[in-house]
Structures are given as C-alpha cells and as structure tokens.
C-alpha cells in the first residue's frame, strides 16, 4: 500500500461527515436567507458550492501534508496577516474587508489562521531550545513566559483589529489565547490570577479604553444591557434589528415556519424584518430557526457539538504538542464563532458581525474555516510517523506465531 493511499484511508471520516453535513445545511440555509437579495437566494448557494469546492482541494491537500511542515510559513502569513490589517486600521468600511486580485476578504481571519499555527510552532519548539542553552535555557520553559509568548502573539492582532472597529473578530483571540495556555501546561494558579486581574481592570477597559476604540462597540452593549434588564427601547432604531431576531427565534416553535415559507406562514423573514442584507452570513441563525424551529436549531448545534467533540478526540491523540496545540486553537476559534454567533442572537451577547463557521455565506472564510480543519485531519493522519505505521503494517501483515529473524541458521 502506497504512503499516499494509506493516508486517504487513514483519514478520521467522522470529521469529515459533520463539516460536509454542515456545509450542506449551509447551502441550503443561505438559499432561504439570501432570496431578497439582487440574484436570489439561488445565486448565493450556488456562490457558496463554488467556495466549497476549493476549500474541499484546500482541505485534502492540507490533510495529506504533516501539519509540521506549516510551522515555516507559519511567519510570513502572520507578518502579512498583521499588515493587511494595519492597512485598513483606519477605515471607514463597516465590512472590514480588502480586496487583492479582484478577491475580497477579511484580514483578520487569515491574521488568527497564522496566529495559531504560530501559538503552536513557538509552544512547541522553545521548550526544546531551552534545553540546548544550559545557562539561560530554563527561562524559556517558565510559565511567565509562555504567557508572554502567547501575549505577544495574541495581543499585537488583537489591539489591530479593535483599531479596525471589528470587536466581533477581536474577541475571538481571547478563547485561543486561554486555549493556548491550557495546552500548554500553564498552571492554574496564574490562569486564576489572571482572571483576576481582568476582572479587576474590566471596568477601565469598557469606560476609558473601548468609547476610544469603537463608540459603535459602546453603543452595542449599553443597548444589550438595556434590553436584558427590561428597559424602554427604541424598536424602531438601534433595538429594531436585536427585537426583531429574538422575536423571530422565539415564535418559530418546534416545527417552524417552513423552509423559504411566506408572510402568510408568518415569516418574519418574507417580510424583511430580519435585516435581509446580512441575513445569510452575519443572521443567518435566526432563519435557520424561524423556517426549522427549534429541532432545525437543535440539529445544527448538535452537529458544531459533534464537530468540535471530534476535534479533541483527535488532539488526545496528537504525537506532540504543536498538533496538540493546533487543535486546541481551531476548536477554541470555532467555539468563539459558534458562541458569539447564536448568542448574539438570542440576546446572550451583543450583536457583533461575525458569521457562523461552515453555515453562512463568507467566501473566503468557508476556505479558511476549511484549511482548519485540514491542519486538525493532518494532525490524525500523522499521529504517528509514517516509518511506524509501515512497521506496524508490515507486523500485523506476518502469520501469528510466525518469527522471522536474521539470526535464524
């Protein structure tokens, strides 16, 4: 059996059952969503096949490289993560976007791709740098300074995107940075004093440092606490879009409205009430749950559950701690995307755009949501080495009982 064919055999089929069954889920999601939209929700879905299609070849192709071999261009993506975000730091644009070659995308999402696999390069090979340098060599193996690692790493994008105006992509570097620090054996006693310290310094940050940073973000949150705790709101302003997305999850029931179901079925959506020009990426969750109620809602968290469950299956059994670590990193980036996502719309967060993972229309996200996971299959795939698993094979293929030796006359 050929290296190449004992690779696409070895392959987890469990994770790759649930992303396409969620990106089928998506497809079909994005052609109700996108209806009232120039070309129909028909355009959007057939846009959202063709991203698929190239995120499939991104995904084999990453799949079948050892994931160790990423580590090398793990900095340039990085550097070039950090100034395509640089550049747009001080733009208008409420999209966050720049377009290279007629491609539209969102920097920040390649920036946290390269920050990962950076956590997980760095994590892994100071320890062993340490090791060569008797003198000084045990500082690189503290605590402190993992977390300063991390720190560095992590900070430097996240105060870039919050320059940018993006809270939604930059809070989404706080899950990684934690993940990082637990797979990296950092103790508790410093993630419980860290805690700490940002409770203690979280007032400061939402009155003095975040009116500076986004007055937008400020805004967001007073009125998310408003409407939390039951007070006058203004329906039909700032509150319209948060009333009208709570209403329409809530009044779908168990059954829902119907797939691409109509005023006269009572779709909040056929009437637009649902903001129709984000509702297939940025809400798309609450047309999932209008037209498929609360078991459609059920069905697609059960699947991003059964997803990530996979994922830590696979990093219990990386061969070292930058699969580890790479895993733990997409699973913490999912989870954050997951979480802001429905959460938002469900009033257990303030709406920020952030679109949900293999579900909404995101082009270029879908590619990248993709490469992902192909660095969490290639971390199975090369659970051991290659040279072992032919041993192995070549052990397993002998008759039982059977000793074959060199020194046998």
């Known amino acids: 059996m050929t290296p190449l064919l004992r690779k696409l055999l070895g392959m987890n089929w469990a994770l790759v059952f649930w992303m396409y ?78 377009t ?27 320890p062993r740098l340490g090791r060569r340098i008797p003198k000084v060599g045990w ?21 870039v995107v919050v320059k940018m105006g993006d809270m939604g992509s930059a809070l989404v570097w706080l899950p990684v940075a934690l993940v990082a620090m637990i797979v990296s054996g950092v103790p508790f006693r410093y993630l419980s004093f860290m805690a ?11 009155f003095i440092v975040l009116p500076q940073a986004s007055e937008r973000g400020t805004a967001r949150i007073e009125l998310w606490l408003d409407m939390l705790e039951g007070r006058e709101v203004d329906l039909s302003g700032d509150a319209w879009a948060p009333h009208n997305i709570a209403v329409s999850i809530g009044h779908a029931g168990w059954s829902g409205t119907g797939y691409l179901s109509s005023e006269e079925q009572g779709s909040l959506h056929a009437r637009k009430l649902i903001p129709f020009n984000t509702a297939h990426n940025d809400f798309i969750f609450p047309v999932i749950a209008e037209e498929q109620g609360f078991r459609g809602s059920l069905l697609l968290v059960t699947g991003f559950t059964l997803l990530l469950v996979t994922c830590l299956f696979v990093a219990s059994y990386a061969r070292d701690p930058m699969g580890r670590m790479l895993v733990g990193g997409v699973v913490g980036l999912f989870f954050a995307h997951i979480f802001e996502n429905i959460g938002m719309c469900v009033q257990l967060m303030p709406i920020t755009g952030i679109p949900l993972p293999l579900i909404s229309y995101s082009g270029t996200f879908v590619v990248m949501c993709m490469f992902l996971l192909g660095l969490v299959q290639s971390v199975w795939i090369h659970r051991r080495p290659v040279k072992a698993a032919v041993a192995v094979e070549k052990e397993e293929s002998q008759p039982s009982g059977l000793i074959i030796s060199s020194d046998v006359r």
């Open 196 to 206: 700490l310290i940002g409770l203690a310094v979280l007032p400061m940050l939402y």
């Open 139 to 159: 500082l690189l193996e503290e605590p402190m300074t993992k977390i300063g690692v991390i720190a560095l790493v992590a900070g430097a994008p996240f105060l």
């Open 21 to 98: 069954g969620l990106l089928i889920f998506g497809v079909f999601s994005i052609e109700s969503a996108a209806r009232h939209l120039t070309g129909g929700g028909e355009f959007f879905a057939s846009q959202q096949k063709k991203w698929i299609l190239v995120g499939s070849g991104v995904y084999l192709v990453t799949a079948l490289l050892d994931y160790r071999w990423f580590r090398w261009v793990a900095v340039p993506l990085y550097v070039a993560g950090l100034a395509l975000c640089a550049s747009i730091m001080n733009s208008d644009s409420e999209v966050h976007q720049i």
């Open 100 to 126: 290279l070659g007629g491609l539209s995308f969102q920097p920040a999402q390649l920036a946290i791709a390269a920050g990962i696999l950076m956590l997980a390069w760095l994590l892994q090979d100071l």
